[in-house]
C-alpha cells in the first residue's frame, strides 16, 4: 500500500508533465512546414456552399472540405499558361532594375530597395486597353525579386508571387511581364518576394492607367505615401508634394496607400470620391468635413478644386503629409482632422454591377481570428482563418464562371486589409447592412475588429491567387489564404531552390 | 524544485512589474513625441521603426506578455508537480489560469479599450498570487527544515 502510494508519487508529476508537454509538442511538430513545399498541398479544399460547390470535387453538395487530392493526377493547366496573346504587340514598354542599396529620405539614409535608382520607382503610365511589357533585370537584390501588379487583374502568370505564379528573380537575372491594361485606373507595383522588408524598404512604385476618353481633370498628380523606418514620405519625400494648379482648376489627386495599415484622408476644403482601387465611383457627390479610410494596399481618387479666393487647397494623407494643390508658393492651413468618415456604403448612386450576386453558385467563409498556437515551429499568438492556423488555411476552389459570394469575419481583436489578387470584389454589405450606393468595388478592402462583410465577385480570370492581410506583417505570420479554379497546378514551390518567400 | 518553484513565482512577480513599468514609459515616451509634433499612428506602429526610443516599451511589453510570461507560469506550474507541497499545485495552476486570461484581456483590449482597465486589475491579481505562492512555499520550506530537527530530538 504504501509502495504503491510512493510509487503514485512518483508517477503522477511525471504523468501530469507528460499530459502538458506532449500535447504541445505534438502541435510544435504539425505547425512545421517542409522545406519545400506547393501552395497546393497547404491546407486544406473548400468547396463553399452552393450549386456550383454541389457539381466539384466529387459531385457532392453542401459544405466540403477535405486535404488535398493527388493534384497531379486532376489538373489541367498550369498557372504558366495564363499570359496575354503573344503575338500582340507591345505598346508600353518598361525597363526596371531593381536595386537593394542605401536611400535618402529626409536627409537621412536609410537601408532599402529601388527600381531604376529610385524609391519608390517610375510610374508606369498606359492608356485603357494598351499592352504593357515590363522587362525586370535584378541587379543586386540579394533575396530575389517578383514584381505584383496590385490592382490590376492580369492573367496569372503575370501576378508576380513568387513560389505561385514565378520563380524569384534571383540575381542578374530577368523576367518579362506582359498584360493588357484593361482598366483605367490608379495601381501600384511591388515586390512579392519576402515582401513585408521589400515593401517596405521601397520596392515598389505607381502604376496609372488613364481611360479611352481621358480624364476631366485638366490637372493630376499621383501620391504615393511611403513610411521609410518611421518617415513619413509622399513620392519619397518627407515635405509636402506642392502640385501648381490655376483657382478654379479641377484637380485629380491619386492616392496610394504603400504602408501596412489604415490611413486617413481629408481636404481642407470639399472634394468628390472619383474612385477606389482604379474603379470610378458612379456619380460622387461633394464631401466636407469627413475623412476617407484608405487601408494598406488602397487607391483612392480625390478631385479638389483650387479655390478662387485662397492660394491652395491641402489634402492631407494622414496627420503627416499632404499635397498641397495651388499657387506655386501658397498654401493654406492644415485642416483639422475630421472625426466623421464618408461611408462608402452610401456613397454615389447605384448602378448595375453586371452580374446577380443575389444568387451566388458558391459562398465561402473568411473568418480572421487570433488564437495561441505554433505557426512555423515558433509559438505565439497567431492569426486564423477559419479557426485555424497556418499552413492549415483554405484553398478555395472556384469554377470559372462562379458567381462567388463570401463572408468575411473579423474578431482577431486588430484590423486587416484583405487582398484578393486578380478580382475585384464588390461589397453587399457591411456588418449586415446593405451597401445602397455606388457599387463598391474593391480589391483591398479595410476589415476593422469587430467587423463584418459580405462581398461578391465573378470567377473570371483562371489560375491560382493569392487572398491575404495586406498589412505584410501579418501574411508573414501566415494569414495567407488562396483562391484556385478547378484543374489548375503551379510548377512553382514555396522556398525550394529558389528560394520563393512570397511574405 | 522548491528553490525552483519559489524563484519562479517570484519571477512572474517581477515580471508583471516589468510589465507596468515598460508601458508608462513607453506612454510617456509617446506624449512627449507627440508634443513635439510627432504623429504615431497605424502606418508608423507597422514600419518596423523606431519613431521615439520608449517604443521599445511596447515591443518589451508585447514580448514578455506573449512568450515570456507564459513560459515561466507553465515551467511553474510542471515544477509545482513536484515540490511535493501541500497546495503548490494549486497556486501554480492559479498563477497559469491568470497569466492565460491575462493574455486574453489584453488581446481583448485592442477591440475593446475598456478591456484594458481589466487587463491593469488583472495584474495587480496576478501580482499578488504571484507574490503569496513564493512566500507560503519559503513558509512551508521552513517548517519542513524544522521537523527533522524535531525528529532527531526525540530518544530512540
Given at each position: 500500500?504504501?509502495?504503491?502510494?510512493?510509487?503514485?508519487?512518483?508517477?503522477?508529476?511525471?504523468?501530469?508533465?507528460?499530459?502538458?508537454?506532449?500535447?504541445?509538442?505534438?502541435?510544435?511538430?504539425?505547425?512545421?512546414?517542409?522545406?519545400?513545399?506547393?501552395?497546393?498541398?497547404?491546407?486544406?479544399?473548400?468547396?463553399?456552399?452552393?450549386?456550383?460547390?454541389?457539381?466539384?470535387?466529387?459531385?457532392?453538395?453542401?459544405?466540403?472540405?477535405?486535404?488535398?487530392?493527388?493534384?497531379?493526377?486532376?489538373?489541367?493547366?498550369?498557372?504558366?499558361?495564363?499570359?496575354?496573346?503573344?503575338?500582340?504587340?507591345?505598346?508600353?514598354?518598361?525597363?526596371?532594375?531593381?536595386?537593394?542599396?542605401?536611400?535618402?529620405?529626409?536627409?537621412?539614409?536609410?537601408?532599402?530597395?529601388?527600381?531604376?535608382?529610385?524609391?519608390?520607382?517610375?510610374?508606369?503610365?498606359?492608356?485603357?486597353?494598351?499592352?504593357?511589357?515590363?522587362?525586370?533585370?535584378?541587379?543586386?537584390?540579394?533575396?530575389?525579386?517578383?514584381?505584383?501588379?496590385?490592382?490590376?487583374?492580369?492573367?496569372?502568370?503575370?501576378?508576380?508571387?513568387?513560389?505561385?505564379?514565378?520563380?524569384?528573380?534571383?540575381?542578374?537575372?530577368?523576367?518579362?511581364?506582359?498584360?493588357?491594361?484593361?482598366?483605367?485606373?490608379?495601381?501600384?507595383?511591388?515586390?512579392?518576394?519576402?515582401?513585408?522588408?521589400?515593401?517596405?524598404?521601397?520596392?515598389?512604385?505607381?502604376?496609372?492607367?488613364?481611360?479611352?476618353?481621358?480624364?476631366?481633370?485638366?490637372?493630376?498628380?499621383?501620391?504615393?505615401?511611403?513610411?521609410?523606418?518611421?518617415?513619413?514620405?509622399?513620392?519619397?519625400?518627407?515635405?509636402?508634394?506642392?502640385?501648381?494648379?490655376?483657382?478654379?482648376?479641377?484637380?485629380?489627386?491619386?492616392?496610394?496607400?504603400?504602408?501596412?495599415?489604415?490611413?486617413?484622408?481629408?481636404?481642407?476644403?470639399?472634394?468628390?470620391?472619383?474612385?477606389?482601387?482604379?474603379?470610378?465611383?458612379?456619380?460622387?457627390?461633394?464631401?466636407?468635413?469627413?475623412?476617407?479610410?484608405?487601408?494598406?494596399?488602397?487607391?483612392?481618387?480625390?478631385?479638389?478644386?483650387?479655390?478662387?479666393?485662397?492660394?491652395?487647397?491641402?489634402?492631407?494623407?494622414?496627420?503627416?503629409?499632404?499635397?498641397?494643390?495651388?499657387?506655386?508658393?501658397?498654401?493654406?492651413?492644415?485642416?483639422?482632422?475630421?472625426?466623421?468618415?464618408?461611408?462608402?456604403?452610401?456613397?454615389?448612386?447605384?448602378?448595375?454591377?453586371?452580374?446577380?450576386?443575389?444568387?451566388?453558385?458558391?459562398?465561402?467563409?473568411?473568418?480572421?481570428?487570433?488564437?495561441?498556437?505554433?505557426?512555423?515551429?515558433?509559438?505565439?499568438?497567431?492569426?486564423?482563418?477559419?479557426?485555424?492556423?497556418?499552413?492549415?488555411?483554405?484553398?478555395?476552389?472556384?469554377?470559372?464562371?462562379?458567381?462567388?459570394?463570401?463572408?468575411?469575419?473579423?474578431?482577431?481583436?486588430?484590423?486587416?486589409?484583405?487582398?484578393?489578387?486578380?478580382?475585384?470584389?464588390?461589397?453587399?454589405?457591411?456588418?449586415?447592412?446593405?451597401?445602397?450606393?455606388?457599387?463598391?468595388?474593391?480589391?483591398?478592402?479595410?476589415?476593422?475588429?469587430?467587423?463584418?462583410?459580405?462581398?461578391?465577385?465573378?470567377?473570371?480570370?483562371?489560375?491560382?491567387?493569392?487572398?491575404?492581410?495586406?498589412?505584410?506583417?501579418?501574411?508573414?505570420?501566415?494569414?495567407?489564404?488562396?483562391?484556385?479554379?478547378?484543374?489548375?497546378?503551379?510548377?512553382?514551390?514555396?522556398?525550394?531552390?529558389?528560394?520563393?518567400?512570397?511574405? | 524544485?522548491?528553490?525552483?518553484?519559489?524563484?519562479?513565482?517570484?519571477?512572474?512577480?517581477?515580471?508583471?512589474?516589468?510589465?507596468?513599468?515598460?508601458?508608462?514609459?513607453?506612454?510617456?515616451?509617446?506624449?512627449?513625441?507627440?508634443?513635439?509634433g510627432g504623429v504615431f499612428d497605424k502606418s508608423v506602429i507597422e514600419s518596423q521603426a523606431t519613431p521615439f526610443p520608449e517604443v521599445a516599451g511596447i515591443?518589451?511589453?508585447?514580448?514578455?506578455?506573449?512568450?515570456?510570461?507564459?513560459?515561466?507560469?507553465?515551467?511553474?506550474?510542471?515544477?509545482?508537480?513536484?515540490?511535493?507541497?501541500?497546495?503548490?499545485?494549486?497556486?501554480?495552476?492559479?498563477?497559469?489560469?491568470?497569466?492565460?486570461?491575462?493574455?486574453?484581456?489584453?488581446?481583448?483590449?485592442?477591440?475593446?479599450?475598456?478591456?484594458?482597465?481589466?487587463?491593469?486589475?488583472?495584474?495587480?491579481?496576478?501580482?499578488?498570487?504571484?507574490?503569496?505562492?513564493?512566500?507560503?512555499?519559503?513558509?512551508?520550506?521552513?517548517?519542513?527544515?524544522?521537523?527533522?530537527?524535531?525528529?532527531?530530538?526525540?530518544?530512540?
Open positions: 500500500m504504501t509502495a504503491n502510494s510512493g510509487r503514485l508519487k512518483v508517477v503522477l508529476p511525471i504523468l501530469a508533465t507528460v499530459a502538458i508537454v506532449a500535447p504541445l509538442a505534438w502541435l510544435w511538430q504539425a505547425s512545421r512546414v517542409p522545406s519545400m513545399y506547393s501552395v497546393m498541398d497547404m491546407g486544406y479544399l473548400d468547396y463553399g456552399v452552393g450549386a456550383g460547390a454541389g457539381t466539384s470535387g466529387g459531385g457532392h453538395g453542401g459544405h466540403m472540405q477535405g486535404s488535398m487530392p493527388d493534384h497531379d493526377s486532376v489538373s489541367q493547366r498550369l498557372v504558366t499558361d495564363m499570359v496575354a496573346d503573344p503575338a500582340r504587340p507591345t505598346d508600353v514598354r518598361v525597363d526596371l532594375v531593381t536595386r537593394q542599396q542605401m536611400l535618402t529620405v529626409g536627409g537621412r539614409s536609410i537601408a532599402g530597395f529601388s527600381v531604376n535608382g529610385a524609391s519608390p520607382g517610375p510610374e508606369i503610365r498606359a492608356r485603357q486597353g494598351q499592352l504593357i511589357e515590363v522587362h525586370l533585370r535584378n541587379e543586386s537584390v540579394a533575396d530575389g525579386v517578383a514584381l505584383h501588379w496590385h490592382g490590376l487583374d492580369v492573367p496569372n502568370a503575370m501576378d508576380g508571387v513568387a513560389g505561385v505564379t514565378q520563380d524569384a528573380v534571383p540575381l542578374g537575372s530577368e523576367f518579362t511581364y506582359r498584360f493588357v491594361a484593361d482598366q483605367a485606373g490608379t495601381y501600384w507595383y511591388h515586390s512579392h518576394q519576402v515582401s513585408n522588408p521589400q515593401v517596405a524598404g521601397g520596392l515598389l512604385g505607381s502604376l496609372v492607367v488613364t481611360p479611352r476618353s481621358g480624364i476631366a481633370q485638366p490637372v493630376e498628380v499621383s501620391a504615393i505615401a511611403h513610411t521609410y523606418s518611421g518617415l513619413r514620405t509622399i513620392n519619397g519625400k518627407t515635405e509636402d508634394l506642392r502640385v501648381p494648379a490655376q483657382p478654379g482648376q479641377r484637380v485629380r489627386v491619386r492616392v496610394t496607400n504603400t504602408d501596412n495599415g489604415p490611413m486617413k484622408i481629408w481636404s481642407g476644403g470639399s472634394y468628390r470620391l472619383l474612385a477606389v482601387d482604379g474603379t470610378e465611383v458612379h456619380r460622387p457627390t461633394e464631401v466636407s468635413g469627413r475623412s476617407v479610410t484608405l487601408t494598406a494596399g488602397a487607391r483612392a481618387d480625390l478631385e479638389v478644386t483650387v479655390p478662387d479666393g485662397g492660394p491652395a487647397v491641402r489634402v492631407q494623407l494622414s496627420k503627416a503629409t499632404a499635397v498641397v494643390v495651388g499657387a506655386l508658393g501658397g498654401d493654406a492651413p492644415v485642416p483639422p482632422q475630421p472625426a466623421a468618415e464618408l461611408d462608402l456604403l452610401n456613397y454615389g448612386s447605384p448602378a448595375p454591377l453586371g452580374f446577380d450576386p443575389v444568387h451566388p453558385t458558391r459562398r465561402f467563409e473568411y473568418r480572421i481570428g487570433r488564437r495561441p498556437g505554433f505557426v512555423k515551429g515558433r509559438p505565439g499568438v497567431w492569426w486564423s482563418i477559419n479557426g485555424r492556423l497556418f499552413p492549415q488555411v483554405p484553398m478555395y476552389v472556384v469554377r470559372e464562371g462562379d458567381v462567388v459570394a463570401m463572408h468575411i469575419a473579423n474578431h482577431s481583436g486588430e484590423v486587416h486589409p484583405m487582398h484578393l489578387h486578380g478580382h475585384h470584389v464588390v461589397v453587399l454589405a457591411r456588418n449586415g447592412v446593405a451597401a445602397t450606393g455606388s457599387p463598391w468595388w474593391v480589391d483591398s478592402l479595410n476589415v476593422l475588429a469587430g467587423e463584418t462583410y459580405d462581398i461578391a465577385f465573378v470567377a473570371n480570370n483562371p489560375g491560382i491567387w493569392m487572398d491575404h492581410c495586406h498589412n505584410l506583417k501579418h501574411a508573414a505570420q501566415g494569414m495567407v489564404a488562396h483562391l484556385m479554379y478547378e484543374g489548375f497546378d503551379t510548377p512553382y514551390r514555396i522556398a525550394g531552390t529558389a528560394d520563393n518567400q512570397p511574405e | 524544485m522548491r528553490t525552483a518553484y519559489k524563484a519562479l513565482a517570484y519571477l512572474v512577480a517581477a515580471e508583471v512589474a516589468v510589465q507596468a513599468m515598460v508601458m508608462v514609459w513607453a506612454i510617456a515616451g509617446l506624449g512627449k513625441w507627440v508634443d513635439g515591443i518589451v511589453h508585447g514580448i514578455n506578455g506573449t512568450f515570456v510570461v507564459p513560459g515561466i507560469a507553465l515551467v511553474l506550474l510542471i515544477v509545482s508537480f513536484f515540490t511535493k507541497v501541500r497546495g503548490a499545485i494549486k497556486w501554480a495552476v492559479l498563477v497559469f489560469v491568470l497569466v492565460v486570461a491575462q493574455g486574453q484581456i489584453g488581446f481583448l483590449g485592442h477591440e475593446f479599450p475598456l478591456a484594458g482597465a481589466l487587463h491593469g486589475l488583472n495584474a495587480l491579481a496576478l501580482f499578488g498570487v504571484a507574490l503569496y505562492a513564493a512566500r507560503r512555499l519559503r513558509a512551508a520550506t521552513a517548517v519542513r527544515v524544522e521537523q527533522p530537527e524535531a525528529r532527531t530530538a526525540t530518544p530512540v
